[in-house]
């Protein structure tokens, strides 16, 4: 898949047909796009992609996107239909929990068109307790997982880790990726991870999940585990972003207004959303002079945090929060860790690459620092 695709995100409905414990949106909006919003917005980002010669993804999201289905469909047909020369890949976030016999025919003949991404929360015990229905029932039956799985093998699941599920963490990565999932385990803002009785739990479960990727050197780390530590070696560029959110990724609500990304929409941050304006989001860069900013930290190149959550949390984009601060350090620790493991006995065996000993640069700075920053007295 090529992420530097011009990527362009409708939202198809604020509905949602579950009441998910740690969700971020306002579910008294209840509004659709209706399908000449959705094409005044094609025509215009599809008529200048054309004139760039750029590659497409669209991208389908919600609310639950299978409760306006029918745009979906009508979305792929107009596309394909007027815009026959262009590249366009598609993509969908779903619950999974809405697809009958009839979507399912019609996904499956287009399967190599979509990238799925499926939202469970790890094992079903873990998913029923945090992702519910309106009535409080647990949602994992509802979703026939066998289907997304045999249609995109290897598909993205996205976890959300809460209180709930924390104690858990490994186990419910373990269980996705035996599933044949590549598991997108983040964390849910708005939780309060700071105290220690729950930072001791994290870094139990990453040092069971060190174990599992030690043991499993075929297996590709998990999304907060797969860090690069030979970046800490260079330099920030200035313009370097988190994600292509506000620059080649551009979201629009139902109403057709523009976000930088769907985090930052008023259906995830209400009122506040309506503050990003389009070019100052696509001109934003990381900030090295304000003391608000992340810009000077030593790992931000390493930082699995958004600009959404960091607005969620600190009401700014350039700044993460301190509890998320240290939860990144520690994914940090772990992920350097495993690269060593993984490379040990090519190191004793005098064999690495360049590639190789540069990362194992990264791996001593990051367990020399890091430990003192977070005031351990040794790496767990």
Same mark, same amino acid.
């Given at each position: 898949?090529?992420?530097?695709?011009?990527?362009?995100m409708l939202?198809?409905?604020?509905?949602?047909?579950?009441?998910?414990?740690?969700?971020?949106?306002?579910?008294?909006?209840?509004?659709?796009?209706?399908?000449?919003?959705?094409?005044?917005?094609?025509?215009?980002?599809?008529?200048?992609?054309?004139?760039?010669?750029?590659?497409?993804?669209?991208?389908?999201?919600?609310?639950?996107?299978?409760?306006?289905?029918?745009?979906?469909?009508?979305?792929?047909?107009?596309?394909?239909?007027?815009?026959?020369?262009?590249?366009?890949?598609?993509?969908?976030?779903?619950?999974?929990?809405?697809?009958?016999?009839?979507?399912?025919?019609?996904?499956?003949?287009?399967?190599?068109?979509?990238?799925?991404?499926?939202?469970?929360?790890?094992?079903?015990?873990?998913?029923?307790?945090s992702?519910?229905?309106?009535?409080?029932?647990?949602?994992?039956?509802?979703?026939?997982?066998?289907?997304?799985?045999?249609?995109?093998?290897?598909?993205?699941?996205?976890?959300?880790?809460?209180?709930?599920?924390?104690?858990?963490?490994?186990?419910?990565?373990?269980?996705?990726e035996?599933?044949g999932?590549?598991?997108?385990?983040?964390?849910?803002?708005?939780?309060?991870?700071?105290?220690?009785? *729950?930072?001791?739990?994290?870094?139990? @479960?990453?040092?069971?999940? =060190?174990?599992?990727?030690?043991?499993?050197? &075929? %297996?590709? !780390?998990?999304n907060?585990?797969?860090?690069?530590?030979?970046?800490?070696?260079?330099?920030?560029?200035?313009?370097?972003?988190?994600?292509?959110?506000?620059?080649?990724?551009?979201?629009?609500?139902?109403?057709?207004?523009?976000?930088?990304?769907?985090?930052?929409?008023?259906?995830?941050?209400?009122?506040a959303?309506?503050i990003?304006?389009?070019?100052?989001?696509?001109?934003?860069?990381?900030?090295?002079?304000?003391?608000?900013?992340?810009?000077?930290?030593?790992?931000?190149?390493?930082?699995?945090?958004?600009?959404?959550?960091?607005?969620?949390?600190?009401?700014?984009?350039?700044?993460?929060?301190?509890?998320?601060?240290?939860?990144?350090?520690?994914?940090?620790?772990?992920?350097? *860790?495993?690269?060593?493991?993984?490379? @040990?006995?090519?190191?004793? =065996?005098?064999?690495?690459?360049?590639?190789? &000993? %540069?990362? !194992?640069?990264?791996?001593?700075?990051?367990?020399?620092?890091?430990?003192?920053?977070?005031?351990?007295?040794?790496?767990?």
């Open positions: 898949m090529d992420l530097m695709r011009r990527s362009i939202m198809l409905t604020e509905k949602c047909n579950l009441r998910c414990t740690y969700c971020y949106e306002n579910h008294e909006r209840t509004g659709s796009m209706d399908f000449e919003t959705a094409v005044s917005i094609l025509d215009r980002e599809l008529t200048e992609a054309r004139t760039f010669n750029e590659k497409i993804r669209i991208e389908f999201f919600g609310g639950e996107i299978m409760l306006n289905f029918p745009l979906l469909r009508q979305v792929y047909e107009y596309t394909e239909k007027m815009y026959p020369d262009l590249d366009i890949l598609y993509a969908f976030t779903t619950n999974g929990t809405l697809f009958g016999e009839q979507e399912k025919n019609w996904f499956s003949e287009r399967k190599d068109q979509f990238v799925c991404t499926l939202s469970l929360d790890g094992t079903p015990e873990m998913h029923n307790r992702r519910k229905t309106v009535r409080h029932t647990g949602s994992w039956n509802l979703i026939d997982v066998s289907f997304f799985i045999k249609n995109w093998p290897g598909c993205i699941a996205k976890m959300t880790v809460d209180l709930n599920n924390l104690p858990y963490l490994s186990e419910g990565v373990q269980y996705l035996q599933y999932f590549r598991c997108k385990a983040t964390f849910a803002s708005g939780i309060d991870f700071g105290k220690q009785e *729950y930072k001791d739990v994290l870094i139990r @479960e990453l040092n069971k999940l =060190a174990e599992y990727y030690i043991a499993h050197k &075929e %297996q590709p !780390l998990c907060m585990l797969d860090l690069n530590p030979a970046d800490v070696l260079y330099e920030i560029d200035e313009q370097y972003r988190f994600c292509g959110a506000g620059c080649y990724k551009h979201c629009y609500d139902l109403t057709g207004k523009w976000y930088p990304c769907q985090g930052l929409s008023p259906l995830a941050v209400g009122e959303g309506k990003f304006e389009r070019e100052s989001f696509r001109d934003f860069h990381f900030s090295d002079e304000s003391p608000d900013s992340c810009g000077k930290c030593k790992w931000l190149m390493l930082c699995s945090t958004c600009y959404a959550a960091n607005y969620k949390e600190t009401g700014n984009v350039e700044r993460c929060s301190k509890e998320m601060c240290e939860i990144n350090r520690l994914c940090m620790l772990t992920s350097s *860790y495993i690269h060593y493991m993984r490379l @040990e006995e090519k190191l004793e =065996a005098g064999t690495l690459t360049e590639e190789e &000993e %540069q990362i !194992l640069a990264g791996v001593s700075i990051i367990q020399e620092e890091i430990p003192k920053e977070l005031g351990m007295s040794e790496v767990d």
